[in-house]
């Protein structure tokens, strides 16, 4: 059983930066590193929608919307995937969420960001 843990989001101004991290636990270091792991968002109203994904030899991929603002990486070492968001915008408020498939899909519970004036 795989269980992820989002933090780091917040109220930030337009233009600023926030950087989310997720936290994998019940798997080994061994297995989380061959894992893709995903950071998706869902706006009140919209759909979930992928953000950003990176895969276990570390290549990425980002939605259209984010490209050139948001860095996705991971600590293979730390279990952990990070997202760096910068130059945020209104419209990247969202609910962030961590995702990974080993067997079943896995969601966090999801973290809050909100970029507001």
């Not at 860095?71 to 945020?88: E, G, P």
Request: include cysteine; charged fraction near 15%.
């Amino acid at each position: 059983q795989v269980q992820l843990v989002e933090s780091g989001g917040g109220l930030v101004q337009p233009g600023g930066s926030l950087r989310l991290s997720c936290a994998a636990s019940g798997i080994s270091g061994s297995i989380f590193s061959f894992l893709a792991m995903g950071w998706y968002r869902q706006a009140p109203g919209n759909e979930r929608e992928l953000v950003a994904r990176i895969l276990s030899g570390g290549g990425t991929h980002y939605a259209d919307s984010v490209k050139g603002r948001f860095t996705i990486s991971r600590d293979n070492a730390k279990n952990t995937v990070y997202l760096q968001m910068s130059s945020l915008k209104p419209e990247d408020t969202a609910v962030y969420y961590c995702n990974t498939y080993w067997v079943r899909d896995y969601w966090g519970q999801g973290t809050q960001v909100t970029v507001s004036s």
